[in-house]
């Protein structure tokens, strides 16, 4: 079993920089695919990117491509995710989850409780 912590949330302006920690505790954290994800209000919760165990597979969603930069030690047991250029539209909930093996999916194992991210001027 993993639990996920999510940290380095706040409100910052149009065209800032913000870097997301996912912190995770349990067994064999190094074998779990982490994926972050978004809930803006009213809106569904989409996929924003997700890191293999391995750092080997790498993915991200179209519209925070160039942004956006997910990277993991697993010698701390933390994903991050670093956020630059940001924009209003990427004001969100971000949680961080994992699943074990190599890919995330949308129904993930473990979820952690999510950091507010606010973006405005």
């Known amino acids: 079993q993993l639990q996920l912590v999510e940290s380095g949330g706040g409100l910052v302006q149009p065209g800032g920089s913000l870097r997301l920690s996912c912190a995770a505790s349990g067994n064999n954290a190094d074998y779990y695919a982490i994926g972050w994800f978004r809930q803006a209000p009213g809106k569904e919760r989409e996929g924003v990117s997700c890191i293999s165990p391995g750092s080997t597979r790498i993915n991200y969603t179209d519209s925070v491509k160039g942004r956006f930069t997910v990277s993991r030690d697993n010698a701390k047991n933390t994903v991050y995710l670093q956020m630059n250029g940001l924009e209003p539209e990427d004001t969100a909930v971000y949680y961080c989850?994992?699943?074990?093996?190599?890919?995330?999916?949308?129904?993930?194992?473990?979820w952690g409780q999510g950091t507010l991210v606010t973006i405005s001027s």
């Open positions: 989850a994992a699943r074990f093996g190599a890919y995330c999916r949308a129904e993930m194992t473990y």
